[in-house]
């Protein structure tokens, strides 16, 4: 009985409480006009008067780019040009970037000045490649492409350049311009020749310079190449000063030491150090055995080095070796 009466008792208190806080918190808003949370925050439904452009859809996190397809007219439209999204989705901030990109208001517009200078059917694996491109500032990709106008560069030689180092774009014309002086400036180039390397081997110019100058000292002091061969070397085939300093001592040792080619015939077919070590190294040793191994252009029966790097085992066999391809097989079969 008693514990009840002390319930009713609390109960009436709080109560009380409860009335006069109302009536205090009323008198606030009425004397100094205090805001409610409604008046103040608008409704989801209400039509806004921002303006909203800059801000991207909302994507849920995603094992892979196929999770957005239907729901990203961007990334549809991109697949329609042959864009590989699988490659692109390998490299998480490639595929962030361009999530956050309005095929209308952001790639449209960088597609047509592409366009230009890739061909349509090869567009897809130029964005493929590089999509990051598409976040590039459009005046900044066009004052890059004044630049190479400004220095001679013809319209296929900017074409080629573009198409063939889908990356060169991204270098601002400081960079380009140092890199082109560095390759001018060491190899002692005229401008047609910075122009023909360039286009010839656009990777080359926005290639690691520390690597070209590796390999410059290893053709010079290692494998006793001349300065002005050095020159001959970059013009015929510039891809010598993109490939590792060891597998190109590797392939000269045995070519020169092993083989006994002099510098002067590797100078006329550079194209031999770009091939596998184990392919020249089996025909050699095939045409010793035959008695065939006869590389010397003055005497009878001569083979070009480069043969022994190109062209099919059936081919080296019939011009070269004057044999069957199957006795050729028996042989690999041997080593």
Known sequence: MFSRVVENVLLHRFACKCVQIKQFSSLIQTRYKV?????????????????????????????????????????????????????????????EKLLKLDFDRNIKEHLLFLKDFVDFEELGSFITKNSLILSEPLEDLKIRINYLQSKRFSEDQIKQIITRNPFWLMFTTTRIDRRLGFFQDKFLLHGKEVRLVASKQPKLITYSLHSVRTNMFALKEEMGFEQ?????????????????????????????????????RILEEPAVLLSRNFRIKQRHIFLQKLGRAQYDPKKENYVPIIKLAEGSDTEFCKQYAKCNVLDYNLFLKTL
Do not use: W
């Open 228 to 264: 002005h061969e050095l020159k001959q070397l970059l013009l015929k085939k510039p891809r010598l000063y993109m490939i590792s300093q060891k597998t190109l001592l590797e392939r000269f040792n045995y070519i020169h030491n092993t083989m006994q080619i002099s510098h002067q």
């Open 35 to 95: 805001p409610n949370d409604c008046d103040t925050e608008p409704s989801a439904l209400e039509k806004a008067s921002q303006d909203l452009s800059e801000f991207t859809p909302y994507y849920p996190k995603s094992f892979n780019l196929a999770g957005y397809v239907n729901s990203s007219e961007t990334l549809q439209k991109l697949i329609q040009l042959n864009v590989d999204l699988s490659k692109i989705e390998k490299k998480p901030y490639y595929a």
